[in-house]
Each structure stands twice: as structure tokens, then as C-alpha cells.
């Protein structure tokens, strides 16, 4: 043993010693940790209620940070259950891990304190003797919620350069035992960390939860409407016959994540379909896997509804709704067709991962219209998805492109279900083999695979089209002329991204065409088949996998276009030397067959997008009178004069680009005060940074174009993760505008921010932040939830690179 390695082994024995010696400090003052049941049946008159009175507090401005996986610590505040859970020092988002992690689910994977305990989570509540005193002095909540009230948040233009607001900063889970460290250490991160602190009254009503021993009532009862409608949903899913019970499992494996609504219900009413062990009409207990196609592990199990009880935010929330007409829909798709199951597919990983094979037996025509029903909820779910954020996956796309898919009945391929089941081999996703480490081999193999699927697609084209003609409009999807999914457009804000219908912004460099089976593939990939919890080998296939997904979009995208033009198109998407492997090992296929459309300019591949546009109307074309203006006058003229006044200046942002918006973030948020604030307003910036390809996983700051990088203006709100708040009165509108357009610097910039941006240390910042939670609410009732307040005034690349607003 060399001298290096002693010091470590006595580094580690003193750490526990001094861990101990607290613990025991803590026993004696305060007595043993003990399991405490916080339940009661009623708050006494004048006790604090936590639904009531200490959650609305906790939602708009704790959870604004500590929710979904990349809570700080796994403290996870949107309800009861994650404040007793605690937290944790183990790192969700870990790229380095080499073995899988036991998930950490709330709600899922354990469901009381000591269940929590045991899997290494630490109490944020006391649990030891259950006294006044003792109940704030060792509850890690309070703690940190005084240490902001001693030390409030600076009212300096900037911040103290002790704060780290870099997305990947190095978390600091203090517990109660060592919480004097770190208070001496960090006095000014008290929590909400980097942000303006909780105002006296709402301070004093967590303390006086705290001090009455964090008790809790039973939450609020299903309504009797509720239950009805669940059961009559429940009984559809647990049918008995073997073509009902794969419904029902195809189904479930595409709703597992979503945030369920049912159009009878309150409009902030949620619910998850799960599998229980239990039938219905008795508690729901949620069979616990990794995956939703994961061997359940018992010989019988039913489809429930379980109730959300965590507060929405939205960088995870999915909002998918369930009525009446939707089950109508999936008896006309499913149970209606003539066909026969003869046997339930196996849960193994190698067959379960591939839905091409599992599903074999249910008709690909309905299969692909279920997904082209809700189309944005499905491409949500891996843009968006569970898991918060995923920059690893993100950086796959680019920052702004357009999608549309092929028509589910004029598309022969996503209707031959034959044909799907006899190339299923031909698709295995990186989910079969769990997590493992051999990536090289892994990818070699997925990549030899995805030649053969072309080529046999290629084929059957071949054998459908003798007279090497290619595609046309009519083979595009019009969402039959009353789906409004048909055209979507998806930016990415670096490790996060937005989803949106129509065709929005400028446009882009890049679109997708989604047929059945790519669809398909991509949900399983990053969606059904992608785990969190799982090891470097398991993240990183995931990525180089959906390489080969993208790219078949992408093509999928050019057999539209004229074949002479196509090899120049693509040329421009992967530039660099390092992108040439592209060509070699992902070949364009139907490169021989001409497009059937008539181009009549030198630029085909913006003729196309503008062709898809027209070919959706009037449903789905939305009209973008901000960024795609024909002439220098151009509004909505079913809009008030306050939003037309506003818009005619505020789409001058747009038409600037390249080096002069190296300094704007990536999502801005802006307030237009009106004279009567009804008529106030909300728009969105969002910076599109771009790559010269996305050929690779690493190095994106030196694949940088900046020259090519854009802005885009919506209205409303987009992106979960906002980066600034600017707020102008209508009557400055002109100098606003004069202003952002003359950004060219640092000085500039910071002039400008003086001005109109609100910062995390602007007095009023709470009051803007709330402001954009309810107007997002009254936008979008069904689909909004709190933002995300982690990378605020975050606007450089870089985490270690940070400059505020």
C-alpha cells in the first residue's frame, strides 16, 4: 500500500468518525431516528394544513427547482411523499457509471420513509423525538430555509461569483448532522439557491407545519365521477380474449409515461396507467420494472389508474386525454378489424424491446393511426419524454427542424404488417441487450442491421415501382383534413426541447418524414426502452442508435426532393472532414428514383417545406405571421390592436441571426405590459444554435456555425427551462426592440438587460416568474405546468462559462 492510499483510508476513517460523532451529538439532544406516521384524520383549528397552505407555497417557488430527476440531491418537493422520502447523493444523471442503478421512482420504488432510508436517502424532516424544537432544528428543510432568511439573497445587479447556477455544478447534500459545514462554508446558499427567498408570511407558515411535526391529513377522496369513469376505463383494459389483452399491453406501453386526462374531469385532474397486482376495486400496487415491457413477474396482473398526486411541472408533464370518442377509437382500430391473436408475445428483453415483433399480430394500418392520432404526444414523449432533460440523446437533432409523416393509407409500407413482421429481425433496439459495455461491437452490428432493413425496404419499393418513379404529395399525410398534428416543428434548447404543431419559424435546415415503423423505432428507443437508471454502455448506444433513426428521417426527407439536388442537400447537413464516414456508412437509398413533384426554383428544399405546408390546409397549417412575414407589414388580423401593435415591432427580432445572437439565451421569456392587464401579453425567443452535423456525440462547441445560428419568436410560451425574463410596456415596444436588435457585446448586451430584464436578483422576481405560470395556465389549461428555474440567466454554452442577465 503506497502512501497515497493511506491517506485516502484515513481520510475516509476520520470522515466516518466525525459522521458518527455528530450522529451520536444529534442522539443524545434529540433522541434515536425513529419511524414517525405523520398521518392524521384532521388538522385542529388554527394548525397550518399542508394542501391547503404549505404545498402552494412549495410549488411556486421550490419546485420551481427540485422536481423530477434532476431535482438537486433527488429532493424531489411537488409532494408529501418526496418531502418525507428526503434526499440522496447519488447522481440520477451519471454518464460514467459503469454498472445500472437501482431506480429511485417516487411513488414507484418505495413508499415510506424507511423503504427510502434503506435505499441511502436522508431525511429532510426530523425524525427523531417529536418536539417543537426538535422539529425545526433537525429538519434539513428548515435549515436551509433559515439560512436564506439570515442571509438573504444579494440585491447586487449580479450575482456573488460563490454561486454556481452551471447545469452540471457539483451537488452539495447537506444533512442535518452537517449542516454547521456547510453553512459556514456557503452562507449564501440557502434555499430557493440563487433565487430571491420566501416572503415572512410564507416562511412562517412552513415553520409552523414544521414545528407541529409536519403532519399531514389523508389527500382529498376520488370523486364519484372519477370513479365511474375509471372503472369503465379499467374494464376496457383488463378484457379477457388474447386480442384484447395485446391491445391492451401495445396500448399501456405507449401511455405508461403519459399524464392522463379525462375530458370529464378537472382540468388539473392527472392519472397514470400502470400495472397492478392487484384487480379493480382494490388499491392500486404498481408492479415496479425498469421498463414498461419488462417481465411483470407474476402470473396475473390488471391495468389500473393510479391518481397523480405531484405537483405538474412541465418539463416532464405529457398530457394525453381519454374520453369517450378515444375508446370509440381504439375498438374502430383494434377490436373491430378482422384478425385472430393465437398467443401472447413473450416479456423477454430480445423480443420485448422490438415492437415490430411483439405487436406482430396486431394490423400495422392502426398500429400507425393510433400514433398519428396524437403525432405530438407521441414525438413529445422522446423529445420531452420522462426523464426531464438528456443532452446525451438531445444532441442527436438539431436546434430547429420540421416534421411531417407518410400517409397511413397511401403508404404501403406502414400497412404491410407481413412485411413489418418478416424484417422485425432486421430491427433490434439497444434495450435487448440492457446495459452492457461492449458499445463498439454493439454499434457495428445495429449498423450493419439498419443497411440490411434499407435495403429490403428499398427492395419492396423497387418491386412496387418498376417504373423507378418516387414519391408525391398525396403520399403525405394531410392529418385528414381535421388533425392538426400533421406538421410539427421541435426545437432543442440544449439538453431539453419543445415540441410544437405547425410549422414555426423560418425555414430550418433539416425535416423529417416519419413513416410507421421509424415512428415506432423511436418511441421504443427513447421512450419504452430507455432507462435513466442505466449504465454509460446502455446511454450511449441509445445515442448512436438514434443516429441511424434520424438519418432515415432525414433521407425519408430528400426522396421528395429532385434526385440531382439531393447529395448537395445532405452535403450541407454534414460538413467536416470527420462527417465523410456519413456517406460511407449510411448510403442514401433511392437515390435512382425521381420525386414526382414539380419544382420550380433553384432552392427545392424550401419550395417543399412551403408545398407541406399548403398541403395540410386549413387544420394544420399554422400561419407564421412572426417569422415567415412576406412583406414588412404582417399580422393577424383576428387579433386586438394591442397584439397586432405588439407583433409588427417584435417580429423584427427574428430576421437577425449569426454572430449578433451569441449573447441572447436560449429561451427568453417576455412580459408586454398593455394599459389594462387582461390585455397583457406573452411571447418566447428561442435562440437555434448551429452544428455544422450531428454526426457525433462530443466536441458541439467545435461543430459550431454561428454565422447560420437563428432566432425564432412565438407567442406564448416554449420550453420548460426558461433562461431570462424581459418585461416591456407596450408603449416602449419600438425602444425594446431597437434596442435587442443593437446587441453586438457584452456592453451592450448588459445595458440593454439593465433595462428590461428581471434577474434572479430583481425584487420583483417572484411576481414576473408567477406572472408566466398563470398565463401559461390560461394558454394551455390542460398541457401547462411550473417552469423550470435550474439554468435562469444561464446563457452561455458552457456551465463553466456563465454570464447573467
Same mark, same amino acid.
Given at each position: 500500500?503506497?502512501?497515497?492510499?493511506?491517506?485516502?483510508?484515513?481520510?475516509?476513517?476520520?470522515?466516518?468518525?466525525?459522521?458518527?460523532?455528530?450522529?451520536?451529538?444529534?442522539?443524545?439532544?434529540?433522541?434515536?431516528?425513529?419511524?414517525?406516521?405523520?398521518?392524521? %384524520?384532521?388538522?385542529?383549528?388554527?394548525?397550518?394544513?399542508?394542501?391547503?397552505?404549505?404545498?402552494?407555497?412549495? %410549488?411556486?417557488?421550490?419546485?420551481?427547482?427540485?422536481?423530477?430527476?434532476?431535482?438537486?440531491?433527488?429532493?424531489?418537493?411537488?409532494?408529501?411523499?418526496?418531502?418525507?422520502?428526503?434526499?440522496?447523493?447519488?447522481?440520477?444523471?451519471?454518464?460514467?457509471?459503469?454498472?445500472?442503478?437501482?431506480?429511485?421512482?417516487? #411513488?414507484?420504488?418505495?413508499?415510506?420513509?424507511?423503504?427510502?432510508?434503506?435505499?441511502?436517502?436522508?431525511?429532510?424532516?426530523?425524525?427523531?423525538?417529536?418536539?417543537?424544537?426538535?422539529?425545526?432544528?433537525?429538519?434539513?428543510?428548515?435549515?436551509?430555509?433559515?439560512?436564506?432568511?439570515?442571509?438573504?439573497?444579494?440585491?447586487?445587479?449580479?450575482?456573488?461569483?460563490?454561486?454556481?447556477?452551471?447545469?452540471?455544478?457539483?451537488?452539495?447534500?447537506?444533512?442535518?448532522?452537517?449542516?454547521?459545514?456547510?453553512?459556514?462554508?456557503?452562507?449564501?446558499?440557502?434555499?430557493?439557491?440563487?433565487?430571491?427567498?420566501?416572503?415572512?408570511?410564507?416562511?412562517?407558515?412552513?415553520?409552523?407545519?414544521?414545528?407541529?411535526?409536519?403532519?399531514?391529513?389523508?389527500?382529498?377522496?376520488?370523486?364519484?365521477?372519477?370513479?365511474?369513469?375509471?372503472?369503465?376505463?379499467?374494464?376496457?383494459?383488463?378484457?379477457?380474449?388474447?386480442?384484447?389483452?395485446?391491445?391492451?399491453?401495445?396500448?399501456?406501453?405507449?401511455?405508461?409515461?403519459?399524464?392522463?386526462?379525462?375530458?370529464?374531469?378537472?382540468?388539473?385532474?392527472?392519472?397514470?396507467?400502470?400495472?397492478?397486482?392487484?384487480?379493480?376495486?382494490?388499491?392500486?400496487?404498481?408492479?415496479?420494472?425498469?421498463?414498461?415491457?419488462?417481465?411483470?413477474?407474476?402470473?396475473?396482473?390488471?391495468?389500473?389508474?393510479?391518481?397523480?398526486?405531484?405537483?405538474?411541472?412541465?418539463?416532464?408533464?405529457?398530457?394525453?386525454?381519454?374520453?369517450?370518442?378515444?375508446?370509440?377509437?381504439?375498438?374502430?382500430?383494434?377490436?373491430?378489424?378482422?384478425?385472430?391473436?393465437?398467443?401472447?408475445?413473450?416479456?423477454?428483453?430480445?423480443?420485448?424491446?422490438?415492437?415490430?415483433?411483439?405487436?406482430?399480430?396486431?394490423?400495422?394500418?392502426?398500429?400507425?393511426? #393510433?400514433?398519428?392520432?396524437?403525432?405530438?404526444?407521441?414525438?413529445?414523449?422522446?423529445?420531452?419524454?420522462?426523464?426531464?432533460?438528456?443532452?446525451?440523446?438531445?444532441?442527436?437533432?438539431?436546434?430547429?427542424?420540421?416534421?411531417?409523416?407518410? $400517409?397511413?393509407?397511401?403508404?404501403?409500407?406502414?400497412?404491410?404488417?407481413? #412485411?413489418?413482421?418478416?424484417?422485425?429481425?432486421?430491427?433490434?433496439?439497444?434495450?435487448?441487450?440492457?446495459?452492457?459495455?461492449?458499445?463498439?461491437?454493439?454499434?457495428?452490428?445495429?449498423?450493419?442491421?439498419?443497411?440490411?432493413?434499407?435495403?429490403?425496404?428499398?427492395?419492396?419499393?423497387? $418491386?412496387?415501382?418498376?417504373?423507378?418513379?418516387?414519391?408525391?404529395?398525396?403520399?403525405?399525410?394531410?392529418?385528414?383534413?381535421?388533425?392538426?398534428?400533421?406538421?410539427?416543428?421541435?426545437?432543442?434548447?440544449?439538453?431539453?426541447?419543445?415540441?410544437?404543431?405547425? #410549422?414555426?419559424?423560418?425555414?430550418?435546415?433539416?425535416?423529417?418524414?416519419?413513416?410507421?415503423?421509424?415512428?415506432?423505432?423511436?418511441?421504443?428507443?427513447?421512450?419504452?426502452?430507455?432507462?435513466?437508471?442505466?449504465?454509460?454502455?446502455?446511454?450511449?448506444?441509445?445515442?448512436?442508435?438514434? $443516429?441511424?433513426?434520424?438519418?432515415?428521417?432525414?433521407?425519408?426527407?430528400?426522396?421528395?426532393?429532385?434526385?440531382?439536388?439531393?447529395?448537395?442537400?445532405?452535403?450541407?447537413?454534414?460538413?467536416?472532414?470527420?462527417?465523410?464516414?456519413?456517406?460511407?456508412?449510411?448510403?442514401?437509398?433511392?437515390?435512382?428514383?425521381?420525386?414526382?413533384?414539380?419544382?420550380?426554383?433553384?432552392?427545392?428544399?424550401?419550395?417543399?417545406?412551403?408545398?407541406?405546408?399548403?398541403?395540410?390546409?386549413?387544420?394544420?397549417?399554422?400561419?407564421?405571421?412572426?417569422?415567415?412575414?412576406?412583406?414588412?407589414?404582417?399580422?393577424?388580423?383576428?387579433?386586438?390592436?394591442?397584439?397586432?401593435?405588439?407583433?409588427?415591432?417584435?417580429?423584427?427580432?427574428?430576421?437577425?441571426?449569426?454572430?449578433?445572437?451569441?449573447?441572447?439565451?436560449?429561451?427568453?421569456?417576455?412580459?408586454?405590459?398593455?394599459?389594462?392587464?387582461?390585455?397583457?401579453?406573452?411571447?418566447?425567443?428561442?435562440?437555434?444554435?448551429?452544428?455544422?452535423?450531428?454526426?457525433?456525440?462530443?466536441?458541439?462547441?467545435?461543430?459550431?456555425?454561428?454565422?447560420?445560428?437563428?432566432?425564432?419568436?412565438?407567442?406564448?410560451?416554449?420550453?420548460?427551462?426558461?433562461?431570462?425574463?424581459?418585461?416591456?410596456?407596450?408603449?416602449?415596444?419600438?425602444?425594446?426592440?431597437?434596442?435587442?436588435?443593437?446587441?453586438?457585446?457584452?456592453?451592450?448586451?448588459?445595458?440593454?438587460?439593465?433595462?428590461?430584464?428581471?434577474?434572479?436578483?430583481?425584487?420583483?422576481?417572484?411576481?414576473?416568474?408567477?406572472?408566466?405560470?398563470?398565463?401559461?395556465?390560461?394558454?394551455?389549461?390542460?398541457?401547462?405546468?411550473?417552469?423550470?428555474?435550474?439554468?435562469?440567466?444561464?446563457?452561455?454554452?458552457?456551465?463553466?462559462?456563465?454570464? %447573467?442577465?
Amino acid at each position: 500500500m503506497n502512501k497515497r492510499d493511506l491517506c485516502l483510508i484515513l481520510i475516509i476513517i476520520v470522515m466516518a468518525g466525525c459522521a458518527t460523532f455528530k450522529a451520536n451529538e444529534f442522539a443524545k439532544k434529540y433522541g434515536p431516528m425513529q419511524t414517525i406516521d405523520r398521518t392524521v %384524520e384532521t388538522m385542529a383549528p388554527g394548525e397550518v394544513s399542508f394542501y391547503a397552505d404549505v404545498q402552494p407555497i412549495l %410549488e411556486k417557488r421550490c419546485d420551481v427547482c427540485h422536481s423530477c430527476y434532476d431535482a438537486p440531491c433527488q429532493m424531489k418537493l411537488t409532494s408529501f411523499e418526496g418531502l418525507e422520502r428526503g434526499g440522496s447523493r447519488i447522481l440520477v444523471y451519471n454518464s460514467a457509471r459503469l454498472k445500472r442503478d437501482i431506480p429511485t421512482r417516487l #411513488f414507484v420504488d418505495a413508499h415510506s420513509a424507511d423503504q427510502w432510508r434503506k435505499m441511502d436517502f436522508h431525511p429532510i424532516l426530523n425524525e427523531r423525538g417529536q418536539t417543537p424544537a426538535a422539529n425545526i432544528e433537525n429538519s434539513v428543510l428548515y435549515m436551509m430555509l433559515q439560512l436564506k432568511k439570515e442571509h438573504p439573497q444579494p440585491t447586487a445587479e449580479l450575482l456573488p461569483a460563490s454561486f454556481d447556477i452551471g447545469i452540471d455544478r457539483k451537488e452539495t447534500c447537506a444533512t442535518a448532522e452537517d449542516f454547521e459545514a456547510y453553512k459556514e462554508k456557503y452562507p449564501l446558499w440557502g434555499m430557493p439557491y440563487a433565487l430571491p427567498g420566501l416572503t415572512d408570511e410564507e416562511h412562517e407558515i412552513i415553520i409552523k407545519w414544521l414545528k407541529q411535526g409536519a403532519r399531514i391529513t389523508k389527500g382529498p377522496e376520488m370523486s364519484e365521477k372519477a370513479r365511474q369513469i375509471i372503472e369503465r376505463w379499467e374494464d376496457f383494459f383488463n378484457g379477457s380474449s388474447l386480442k384484447e389483452m395485446l391491445v391492451s399491453r401495445y396500448i399501456y406501453e405507449h401511455l405508461f409515461h403519459a399524464r392522463l386526462h379525462f375530458d370529464a374531469l378537472p382540468d388539473r385532474e392527472f392519472y397514470r396507467l400502470v400495472r397492478s397486482k392487484t384487480p379493480p376495486g382494490e388499491e392500486v400496487v404498481e408492479i415496479n420494472t425498469a421498463r414498461p415491457y419488462d417481465d411483470p413477474g407474476v402470473d396475473q396482473f390488471w391495468y389500473r389508474f393510479q391518481k397523480v398526486e405531484s405537483v405538474i411541472v412541465a418539463k416532464d408533464h405529457t398530457a394525453y386525454p381519454l374520453n369517450d370518442q378515444k375508446m370509440n377509437r381504439y375498438r374502430d382500430l383494434f377490436l373491430k378489424n378482422d384478425y385472430e391473436v393465437n398467443r401472447l408475445p413473450s416479456y423477454e428483453p430480445e423480443f420485448a424491446s422490438n415492437p415490430l415483433k411483439t405487436f406482430a399480430y396486431l394490423p400495422a394500418g392502426a398500429r400507425y393511426r #393510433f400514433l398519428l392520432d396524437d403525432a405530438r404526444f407521441f414525438v413529445m414523449g422522446f423529445i420531452k419524454g420522462p426523464v426531464c432533460r438528456g443532452q446525451v440523446a438531445l444532441n442527436v437533432i438539431n436546434d430547429h427542424f420540421f416534421v411531417a409523416f407518410f $400517409d397511413p393509407e397511401k403508404d404501403k409500407i406502414s400497412n404491410d404488417t407481413r #412485411f413489418l413482421a418478416e424484417v422485425s429481425d432486421l430491427v433490434p433496439l439497444p434495450a435487448e441487450r440492457e446495459s452492457n459495455l461492449r458499445i463498439v461491437s454493439a454499434v457495428s452490428k445495429y449498423s450493419a442491421m439498419q443497411k440490411k432493413y434499407l435495403e429490403a425496404k428499398e427492395q419492396y419499393l423497387k $418491386d412496387m415501382h418498376p417504373d423507378n418513379l418516387g414519391n408525391d404529395m398525396e403520399i403525405i399525410w394531410d392529418g385528414d383534413g381535421h388533425n392538426d398534428n400533421a406538421l410539427l416543428t421541435i426545437f432543442r434548447h440544449f439538453d431539453s426541447a419543445s415540441v410544437e404543431k405547425g #410549422f414555426i419559424g423560418d425555414f430550418p435546415k433539416t425535416g423529417w418524414i416519419l413513416d410507421f415503423p421509424l415512428l415506432e423505432r423511436v418511441h421504443y428507443l427513447l421512450v419504452a426502452g430507455f432507462n435513466v437508471f442505466g449504465n454509460v454502455g446502455h446511454q450511449l448506444e441509445t445515442r448512436l442508435y438514434m $443516429d441511424f433513426l434520424r438519418m432515415e428521417g432525414e433521407n425519408n426527407f430528400l426522396s421528395f426532393l429532385p434526385k440531382d439536388k439531393r447529395k448537395k442537400i445532405k452535403a450541407e447537413w454534414y460538413k467536416g472532414e470527420k462527417a465523410k464516414y456519413i456517406d460511407k456508412h449510411n448510403p442514401f437509398y433511392g437515390l435512382e428514383r425521381e420525386t414526382r413533384i414539380h419544382f420550380a426554383t433553384d432552392d427545392p428544399k424550401k419550395e417543399f417545406f412551403k408545398m407541406l405546408h399548403q398541403h395540410v390546409r386549413p387544420f394544420a397549417n399554422v400561419v407564421d405571421h412572426l417569422n415567415r412575414c412576406p412583406d414588412e407589414d404582417c399580422v393577424d388580423m383576428n387579433t386586438g390592436p394591442v397584439e397586432q401593435r405588439a407583433d409588427r415591432f417584435l417580429q423584427k427580432m427574428s430576421i437577425i441571426n449569426g454572430p449578433e445572437i451569441q449573447l441572447v439565451p436560449d429561451v427568453t421569456f417576455i412580459h408586454v405590459v398593455a394599459q389594462n392587464q387582461d390585455d397583457d401579453l406573452a411571447y418566447t425567443v428561442i435562440r437555434n444554435k448551429a452544428l455544422s452535423n450531428n454526426a457525433f456525440m462530443f466536441g458541439e462547441d467545435k461543430r459550431r456555425i454561428v454565422e447560420d445560428d437563428t432566432l425564432t419568436l412565438v407567442k406564448g410560451h416554449v420550453g420548460s427551462y426558461p433562461n431570462a425574463f424581459c418585461r416591456v410596456h407596450i408603449d416602449q415596444i419600438h425602444n425594446f426592440v431597437e434596442g435587442f436588435v443593437k446587441i453586438r457585446d457584452r456592453l451592450t448586451y448588459y445595458h440593454f438587460a439593465r433595462q428590461y430584464a428581471v434577474k434572479r436578483t430583481s425584487p420583483d422576481f417572484w411576481e414576473e416568474a408567477d406572472w408566466h405560470y398563470q398565463m401559461y395556465l390560461k394558454e394551455q389549461p390542460i398541457d401547462a405546468g411550473q417552469f423550470d428555474m435550474f439554468r435562469f440567466n444561464r446563457i452561455a454554452e458552457k456551465s463553466d462559462s456563465q454570464f %447573467e442577465w
